[in-house]
Each structure stands twice: as C-alpha cells, then as structure tokens.
C-alpha cells in the first residue's frame, strides 16, 4: 500500500510507481544470460 509521502505529483496527474520482480527458477529455462544477469544484480 502506498500513503501520501510516496506519491509524485505532475502537471496534470499523481502518480506512485513501484516495481516487483519475482524471480522463479525451478523447471524454467535459463532466460537472463551472463550481461543482463550481472546487470541486474
């Protein structure tokens, strides 16, 4: 849940972003290779 101090406030919109990821490897196939992986870490 977000509350007042998260939210951003621009010319004609407020607006709260927010990310998650969720990384799941078990039976998947490898999908981030060597430089996506060390940049995402």
Known sequence: M??????VHARTCVYNVGYHII???K????V????IE????
């Open 27 to 30: 039976y998947r196939k490898q």
């Open 32 to 35: 981030f290779k060597d430089k």
């Open 2 to 7: 977000s509350n007042k101090n998260n939210l």
């Open 38 to 41: 060390s940049r995402l870490k």
């Open 23 to 25: 990384f799941t490897t």
